[in-house]
């Protein structure tokens, strides 16, 4: 088992940035990608970012130049730097972890998640 908690979520103006961490334990060796994801109130949850433990990265399009994901293998822990939010981008976001070694984007495919950090975003 892998245990992920966020921490990082708030309350901020558009234009302005966050940083989400998510701190993983237990058997953090079975998780070769690193997923954030989101869930605004009434839609499904989406894919926002991941990363692998060879540091291969992607994003989705709406994040994409705005958001910066990255991880520590030696702390086993992984960020979610948010620059220029918008309004959009309030949510829950989720860390999540797969033991798989693909980037994929589908919340299927991630064995493990956390319990969810709110972000919300004033305009």
């Known amino acids: 088992q892998v245990q992920l908690v966020e921490s990082g979520g708030g309350l901020v103006q558009a234009g302005g940035s966050l940083r989400l961490s998510c701190a993983a334990s237990?058997?953090?060796?079975?998780?070769?990608?690193m997923g954030w994801f989101r869930q605004a109130p009434g839609k499904e949850r989406e894919f926002v970012a991941a990363?692998?433990?060879?540091?291969?990265?992607y994003y989705a399009d709406s994040v994409k130049g705005r958001f910066t994901i990255s991880g520590d293998t030696a702390k086993n822990m992984v960020s979610l730097q948010m620059n220029s939010l918008r309004p959009e981008d309030a949510a829950v976001y989720f860390c999540?972890?797969?033991?798989?070694?693909?980037?994929?984007?589908?919340?299927?495919?991630?064995?493990?998640w956390g319990q969810g950090t709110q972000v919300t975003v004033s305009s």
């Open positions: 999540a972890a797969r033991s798989g070694s693909g980037l994929v984007t589908t919340t299927a495919a991630y064995e493990y």
């Open positions: 237990g058997r953090t060796f079975s998780s070769n990608v």
């Open positions: 990363i692998s433990w060879l540091y291969k990265t």
